[in-house]
């Protein structure tokens, strides 16, 4: 995305939309230190948002307005682009492993390091789609690099080396879409673009434990209103997230109910013992009473040991069944009297080895308003703006179908990952064959494939495009979704189509004559449309009506009709090579002759040409059995059951799920030259098809 609109003012805002409050930061970065022009937070008025979700998106944006603009009152600038962070509700990780391999030594610039973090974030959206069956969508909203490689030999930094191999160990975090897309929601009804996300811990970790101290196995836990959010370093850098829904709401909560009050007077209490002794508040009946500090922490007591147990857990959880050296603590939450002696006797580690970090990690920034308080609440926001410079591209707005998205980033985005999360599935994307028509064909089941549907439609800003096509900021997207082809179909004529042809002998005339098709038994023309389950005979035989009929042959009363020199009917049977004769009654007929030899020998000819016609006929459903032989890949495939075949025919053979693109984009061949989906294909055809590589 490059620089925001604030940026150009060489201003950044971050904006943490917290449980409890809203806090904005607008500053700049000069030299080793960043500069804070100004700071202003301001409580949601109701319990808009719980457990780091917002639920009140209308109240939250109204909370954001207000605290922007007294920003840009005081900044005297109007502010468009923000940074912002999510809590770790629903936090999912991955670790991943990536390396890109050069083909001789190459300088590795910032250039090379960002397109290896690219391809980790990739593998890891990868293994989160494999692991996860979940139909709820997720965000990636942080990544964090643990080790670097150079040629397999662990590195601290990459930059300016030599290499022919590179790569990272990381981490990924994921979220619920919901939880990140009510963030982004709020932020631009409140007239805002963002232009940086990242998670809580992440933003707090810029700030509360600079980079020589994270080679220590240290803990950073963020103890919102809602949320616990945890991270572990170690040999450094940052090796584990996680997160625990417990945190300073729900000590406002159990004071809620000892005292008889609604939370926001709850939350006075609770806030009130801290510089004081006692507080004094008024219940819902509207008696006044006073509480002392004592007798607030009595209450707190049990559920602050639940509390830091948990956390405690999962630290040593996340940081593989051990516990840290040290333990730093920011955010509102964890300031209650008694929550750090409380962390540090659970984890069994040193008391001043668990600390609130406020104004002693805040050596390289400089406020501009001496009256701020530098304590733990301001940790986080802060870290969000330094965050910026670390991550500036993280998210892209593009527009699909008139639907304005944001998609995560990460250097090569495409098409396919626009469609697919606004939830549009492969039958949009990919053509499919209509239904298949079934029937029977002299007694064996047959089966004619559904055409192919068209392929789905794709422009970039007016441009004919591919699904493949590299998306960047403010791009247009219009998607014609693909098509499902007509179902199968064949009428009776061309079921029928080239099949042998009655050669009869009529009167001592050799004539060619149709075969006769019967659906369900009864006779059918050959426009007759064959339907699902319809039972079809192709005849093999004519009877003696049928073949005068065609003839247009009409019998008088003094005609008669012999087969073979035998009298026959109107429903004796006629196949290829027999003789059919009309005699005039009272005339000699061939039967009526001396037998010789010379008949009997033409007698049994006529016999054996029978039998011989009966094993060669030709059937209908050899029609349908029309079968090429095509190499697809160095494998030998066989095609049938078509009279023709295209391209796209192979996918039924062959194990290729255009559904996870695995490059750039599909190349298809046809004896080595270039090939579209619908071209013909014919027999001893040689087709290739494989993912294009992505280039490096």
């Not at 004559?513 to 449309?529: F, H, W």
């Not at 059919?580 to 001396?594: F, Q």
């Not at 046809?670 to 993912?691: C, Q, T």
Request: proline share 2%.
């Amino acid at each position: 995305m490059g620089a925001s609109e604030n940026t150009k003012e060489g201003l950044v805002f971050g904006l943490d939309i917290g449980t409890r409050a809203v806090v904005g930061v607008v500053g700049y970065r000069e030299k080793e230190k960043f500069i804070v022009k100004a700071i202003e937070s301001m409580e949601h008025d109701t319990r808009s948002m719980l457990d780091g979700q917002i639920h009140d998106i209308e109240r939250v944006v109204g909370t954001i307005k207000a605290v922007k603009e007294k920003l840009e009152k005081k900044c005297k600038i109007t502010l468009k682009d923000v940074c912002i962070a999510a809590a770790g509700r629903v936090l999912k990780t991955e670790n991943v492993h990536a390396e890109i391999v050069y083909n001789d030594e190459t300088l590795i610039l910032d250039e090379h390091i960002f397109d290896l973090q690219s391809k980790g974030v990739e593998e890891a959206y990868k293994k989160f789609q494999n692991e996860n069956d979940s139909l709820e969508k997720y965000y990636c909203v942080g990544k964090s690099v643990v080790k670097y490689y150079m040629n397999d030999i662990f590195m601290m930094n990459l930059l300016n080396h030599k290499a022919k191999k590179i790569s990272v160990d990381m981490i990924c975090t994921f979220l619920p879409y919901d939880v990140v897309e009510g963030l982004n929601t709020a932020v631009e009804m409140a007239g805002l673009s963002v232009c940086n996300l990242t998670l809580e811990p992440i933003a707090a970790i810029e700030v509360a434990i600079p980079e020589k101290f994270r080679m220590l196995n240290i803990a950073l836990v963020d103890v919102g209103a809602g949320t616990s959010d945890i991270c572990i370093t170690k040999d450094g850098s940052v090796t584990a997230y996680g997160m625990i829904p417990v945190a300073g709401d729900s000590l406002t909560e159990i004071i809620a109910n000892y005292c008889l009050v609604e939370f926001n007077e709850a939350e006075k209490i609770k806030k009130g013992i801290e510089d004081s002794e006692e507080v004094e508040y008024e219940d819902i009946l509207g008696i006044k009473s006073t509480i002392t500090r004592k007798e607030v922490l009595d209450i707190l007591d049990s559920h602050i040991k639940e509390m830091t147990k948990m956390v405690s857990d999962e630290i040593i959880r996340l940081n593989g069944g051990n516990k840290v050296g040290a333990i730093f603590v920011v955010g509102g939450g964890g300031r209650i009297e008694g929550y750090t002696q409380s962390l540090a006797e659970i984890h069994d580690i040193q008391v001043n080895r668990v600390a609130l970090r406020g104004e002693e990690v805040m050596g390289k920034i400089e406020f501009k308003d001496n009256s701020v308080n530098k304590d733990s609440l301001i940790v986080t926001p802060l870290g969000i703006c330094l965050h910026f410079y670390e991550e500036n591209n993280s998210f892209i707005n593009v527009s699909l179908n008139d639907d304005r998205l944001k998609l995560y980033d990460n250097g090569n985005v495409t098409v396919v990952d626009a469609v697919m999360q606004i939830g549009l599935d492969n039958n949009a994307l990919f053509p499919r064959r209509g239904d298949s028509l079934d029937f029977t064909l002299n007694g064996e089941s047959k089966s004619i494939k559904g055409e192919l549907g068209e392929p789905c439609v794709v422009y970039l800003n007016s441009e004919l495009t591919n699904l493949h096509a590299v998306l960047h900021a403010n791009d247009f997207i219009k998607l014609i979704p693909s098509t499902k082809g007509e179902k199968g179909s064949v009428t009776l004529g061309k079921l029928n189509k080239g099949n042998t042809k009655l050669n009869i002998v009529v009167n001592r005339m050799n004539v060619t004559l149709p075969n006769l098709c019967t659906v369900n038994g009864e006779i059918a023309v050959d426009s007759y449309k064959i339907q699902d389950d319809d039972d079809v005979e192709v005849l093999d035989y004519l009877t003696v009506a049928q073949v005068l009929e065609l003839m247009d042959i009409t019998l008088t009363d003094n005609q008669y009709v012999t087969v073979n020199n035998s009298p026959a009917d109107a429903d004796t049977k006629v196949y290829s090579r027999f003789d059919v004769e009309i005699h005039e009654k009272g005339e000699m007929t061939y039967a009526d002759l001396p037998e010789d030899e010379n008949a009997k020998s033409e007698d049994s000819e006529n016999k054996e040409t029978k039998e011989s016609d009966k094993e060669t006929k030709t059937s209908a459903s050899d029609i349908l059995n029309k079968t090429i032989n095509v190499v697809v890949n160095g494998e030998n495939i066989v095609l049938n059951n078509k009279e023709s075949y295209v391209y796209v025919d192979v996918f039924d053979h062959i194990d290729f799920d255009l559904s996870k693109p695995q490059g750039e984009g599909i190349v298809t061949l046809i004896n080595g030259r270039s090939a579209d989906f619908l071209e013909e294909l014919k027999d001893g055809d040689v087709v290739e098809i494989y993912w294009k590589e992505k280039q490096k």
